[in-house]
Each structure stands twice: as C-alpha cells, then as structure tokens.
C-alpha cells in the first residue's frame, strides 16, 4: 500500500539508471499539474533509507511545481530482490530494454548475481539476460551517457548504429564521434539513420563536415542527392520500396525473436517451416544482396563527396 514521503528523504543512486525523455517530461509535468501524482514511485526500504527504483521522471515533476510529497510504495527491504521485482512487472511499467541492460549490470556487478541466477527469479530464459548482459558491454560510457542523458535517442542506437558494428566492424571511437556530433540536435531517427550512413560509408571531406557540426548542410547534401524518388524510374522506386521493407522487417524478426512469450507448439511448428525456408535462401540472398551492395558503393561513394 502506498504511503506519503518527503520526496528529501529518497535517495536517487539509481536515476542514472533510468533514461531521461524531455518531451515525455514536459506532458507529464502538465498531467501532474492539473492532476496530481497518480501512479506512486517505487523503492526500496534499506536500513540506510528509501532508495528510489522507479518514478524519476514524476520526482523531477514534482520539485519543479514545489511539491515536497509524493506517494511512494516499497518492494521491499533487499536491494537486489527489489530490482529483480521492478524488473518482473516492468511490462506494466514500461522499462525499456536498455533500462532493462543496466539493472541487470548493477545486479552482476554491484550484487554478484550471475545471468543464472537473474533468469530464475525473472522467469526469463538465460540468452534473455544474456542479451542484455551484451548490450551493455559493447556499449562506451560516451555513448550511455548520451542515451540516457535523452541527447540521443535509444532507438537510434538500437536499431541503426548497432547494425554498423555488427556489420562493417565499426569502432567504438567512430561511433563515439558520430553520437557526440549528432547528440542534442532534435533530430529524427530518419534524419540520424541518413547521416550514419554517410559518416561511415562516405568520404572523409564528408565526415569532417559532420564533426564540425555541419548537420544541416550534411543533411541537405543526403536528402537532395539521395532522398528523389522523382530522379528514379519506375522499377528503380520499387526496388527501393522492397528493400526499405526488407530491412525493416528483418529489424523487427531480430528484435522480436527473442520474445518469451511464445509458448504454443502450433506457433512454434509454423515458425520451424517458415524459418527452414528463409535458412534455405538465406545463402542465395546474402550473396544478391552483397554483390547489390558493392554494385551500389561507388555511387554513394562519389554522392557524399559531392
């Protein structure tokens, strides 16, 4: 049951933890100034005092409109069981998967729990917590910093950047650079994904354009020369569409794969047929869409030099 604290006496070890989000923040500072606080904050009651898990963005609220108590409930005395309950209901509460990454790093790190131990209390599988594990030790403190701070958004990251480090081997420095240049403009995830593709598969002039904080030109130079689907032909358009939906699709198969939520044998026997043919052209398309992908370099080569 929810109680009311002062919000002087939570401590906020944890609020690096969490990713920040100034537009989520502004309309909740509006909801909470005409409502109140409806969901309570989540902690944890150690022998030191509350440690806040859960509900930084509605504190942040609160001390800008001068509210000095807010509802709080605790999930109990231990830290790290704490943790792993936030985490158990965090379908309800929303955490993200790399929010997800960084409490299962303070749970191996700070509270010696192994993955094994981790998936039997969530009820996960151990490549779930693996994943996670993953995300956080290929990620540099520069870009974490970034992503959290809401300077550069998490999808971003995921989905686009992620795919150049797996793919063509791209250094954490490179993508240090490129987080660091780009971070805190207001861009789209379009826009981001535009100008990654430019800063490592374009010319060095190019690059340089982008650390010097060229962003609008840069983006200008993309768009005009790449982004005309006017400047096309007809069987040009389509075969841009299909491998636009390719690429999206093959990010939403790797994303959801992973799912524990698939439990019935008739889904798991459909998905064997389908995933078998997809196996049996996979070595056909990989080559096509490789030899594509070469045919396709020098001109994008010889557009981002432009």
């Known amino acids: 049951m929810a109680k009311q604290v002062e919000i002087t006496s939570l401590d906020l070890r944890y609020e690096s933890l969490r990713l920040k989000s100034a537009g989520t923040e502004r309309q909740l500072l509006v909801s909470i100034s ?12 150690t022998k030191a005092g509350r440690v806040l898990l859960d509900g930084f963005k509605r504190l942040r609220c609160a001390q800008k409109l001068a509210i000095a108590i807010v509802p709080y409930n605790s999930l109990g005395s231990d830290e790290a069981l704490a943790i792993i309950e936030l985490m158990r209901i965090s379908n309800a509460k929303n955490l993200s998967i790399l929010e997800q990454a960084k409490l299962i790093d303070e ?61 063509n081997r791209i250094s954490k420095a490179d993508i240090d650079e490129f987080v660091t240049a780009v971070s805190g403009k207001n861009l789209s995830i379009r826009d981001i994904e535009t100008l990654a593709h430019g800063y490592f ?26 982004a ?48 078998g043919g997809i196996l049996r052209q996979l070595k056909i398309f990989s080559k096509a869409v490789k030899e594509f992908h070469d045919k396709s370099r020098q001109a994008s080569s010889d557009l981002s030099a432009q």
């Open 201 to 226: 598969k374009g010319s060095e002039d190019f690059r340089k354009q982008i650390k010097n904080g060229n962003i609008s030109w840069s983006l200008s130079r993309l768009k005009d020369r790449s």
């Open 34 to 45: 005409q409502h109140g606080i409806r969901d309570s904050l989540q902690g944890v009651d």
């Open 107 to 167: 749970l191996n790190s700070v509270h010696k729990m192994s993955n094994s131990e981790i998936a039997a209390h969530l009820e996960k599988s151990k490549a779930w917590v693996s994943v996670r594990a993953g995300i956080i030790a290929e990620m540099s403190e520069c870009v974490m910093k970034k992503i959290f701070n809401g300077h550069f958004p998490v999808y971003a990251y995921m989905y686009t950047l992620r795919q150049f480090i797996r793919i």
């Open 228 to 275: 005309k689907p006017t400047d096309c032909t007809p069987i040009e358009r389509s075969m841009l569409k299909d491998l636009e939906i390719v690429q999206k699709y093959m990010q939403r198969v790797i994303s959801r794969s992973h799912d524990t939520r698939y439990k019935s044998n008739v889904f798991f026997a459909q998905t064997n047929l389908i995933t």
